[in-house]
């Protein structure tokens, strides 16, 4: 099975961009999706592979993806942004697996 | 709307087992992966299987093989995740999550915390 890894945290001040990234050697033949999740609340799926995001995501959230690795970036960041992101990716039609997410400040 | 929602929290001793579920409402229930992932405390997402609704397949994450199950009930529309041999490290929130074509989970269910405690 594969891994996922991301880095554990970030931080950036508020109306400024963040990109988060997720490495593996999964993405580099499916798509990673992506998770916000605040503390005490079910995660949030916020986009799926080269920036297909869901309604009700603002569009300041974007995806991309190269070879092994995805990224979430975050342009314009709010204070409501402010939460863990985990990726998510499989391997093989049966097995998924999750980064270890990171944790996102707004300064 | 979709809804995924989960039975409550439970206690649990170690060595006893626990039945979480999951009833889907607002779609089609048999036509999408329901997968179980858990969170334990100040911890990350851990995948932990899935089952097909419509098939009763099922597929576990090599950790949870022998000790979790996973079925469902068609007519209620509603998944069952129950996990045997609990021990202090099986404390932790799980959820249901509902699979789109393979690719992402787009709703979860509210969250089921179960505390294994002497």
């Known amino acids: 099975s594969s891994e996922l890894t991301q880095d554990p945290a970030v931080s950036v001040a508020l109306g400024q961009t963040v990109r988060i990234t997720c490495q593996g050697d999964s993405l580099r033949s499916y798509y990673a999706s992506w998770y916000q999740q605040k503390p005490g609340q079910a995660p949030v799926f916020v986009m799926y592979?080269?920036?297909n995001r869901p309604s009700g995501i603002p569009d300041r959230f974007s995806g991309s993806s190269s070879g092994n690795t995805a990224s979430l970036t975050i342009t314009g960041a709010q204070a409501e942004d402010e939460a863990e992101y985990y990726c998510?990716?499989?391997?093989?039609?049966?097995?998924?697996?999750f980064g270890p997410g990171t944790k996102v400040t707004v300064l | 709307q979709v809804q995924l929602l989960q039975s409550g929290a439970e206690v649990k001793k170690p060595g006893a087992s626990v039945k979480v579920s999951c009833k889907g409402s607002g779609y089609s229930f048999p036509g999408y992966f329901i997968h179980w992932v858990r969170q334990a405390p100040g911890q990350g997402l851990e995948w932990m299987g899935w089952i097909n609704p419509n098939s009763g397949g099922t597929y576990y994450a090599q950790r949870f093989q022998g000790r979790v199950t996973m079925t469902r009930d068609t007519s209620i529309n509603t998944a069952y995740m129950e996990l045997s041999s609990l021990t202090s490290d099986d404390t932790a929130v799980y959820y249901c999550a509902r699979e789109f074509r393979g690719d992402y989970f787009d709703y979860w269910g509210q969250g089921t915390l179960v505390t294994v405690s002497s």
């Open positions: 592979g080269k920036n």
């Open positions: 998510k990716s499989r391997d093989s039609s049966n097995y998924r697996v």
